[in-house]
């Protein structure tokens, strides 16, 4: 089992800059893949980046070039920095471990509570 945790969200001003992080604990090592997604109001959650336990990382086009995704594993925690957020960036950030480099679905994927980020304009 795998527990999650994000923590570091909270309400920014547009152009700001937010970290969000996510600690990890449980029988992390088959769960080699991290990933941050958010879910607007109204909308369906998205994909946001993702890094594999060598440090490879990928980005979805909405975010590539503002925010960058790291890990420290000897503290078992993932980050995300998010700069020059704007509104559109307002969401439930959500934190995954998973054991390959999909997207979705498979089995033994496991999902942090979720940190709300609100940017204002």
């Known amino acids: 089992q795998v527990q999650l945790a994000e923590s570091g969200g909270g309400l920014v001003q547009a152009g700001g800059s937010l970290r969000l992080s996510c600690a990890a604990s449980g029988n992390i090592f088959k769960f080699n893949v991290a990933g941050w997604y958010r879910q607007a109001p109204g909308k369906q959650r998205e994909w946001v980046a993702r890094i594999s336990g060598g440090g490879t990382t990928d980005y979805a086009a909405s975010v590539k070039g503002r925010f960058t995704i790291s890990r420290d594993n000897t503290k078992n925690t993932v980050y995300l920095q998010m700069n020059s957020l704007s509104p559109e960036d307002t969401a439930v950030y959500y934190c995954?471990?998973?054991?390959?480099?999909?997207?979705?679905?498979?089995?033994?994927?496991?999902w942090g509570q979720g940190t709300q980020v609100t940017v204002s304009s």
């Open positions: 995954n471990y998973r054991p390959d480099w999909k997207l979705w679905g498979g089995p033994n994927v496991y």
